[in-house]
């Protein structure tokens, strides 16, 4: 994210297909090789799987919001009524973690 932007306003969306673990946290299907085309027969001929992020409760929450109309802002205010003092600081923490999800590609920004 840019320094001094406020991305409270920002919705995000998810750029890698998922799946839900049975004790209900999420787990992201990060392919190896890349995104493209050439990448995934890469992947496919030689049988490889695809790198599984497993997300805690709190990463599980927010990454379910990310559907590109939530914006961070909706998604601190929800993190706060579902976890409580755990959260807080939840706008530094939600800013920590989006950066992150962002510098790994595995959510985008939802253009205006």
Do not use: N
């Amino acid at each position: 994210m840019e320094a001094g932007r406020d991305f409270l306003g920002d919705s995000f969306v998810r750029r890698y297909e998922w799946r839900e673990s049975e004790d209900g946290k999420i787990v992201v299907l990060r392919p190896r090789f890349g995104e493209g085309r050439l990448a995934r027969r890469v992947s496919d001929l030689f049988h490889v799987s695809d790198y599984r992020i497993r997300l805690d409760e709190i990463g599980t929450a927010v990454w379910k919001r990310c559907d590109g109309s939530t914006t961070a802002r909706e998604i601190a205010d929800e993190l706060r009524v579902q976890f409580g003092d755990r959260v807080e600081p939840a706008e530094e923490r939600l800013q920590r973690f989006v950066s992150q999800m962002l510098r790994a590609r595995m959510i985008g920004v939802q253009p205006d």
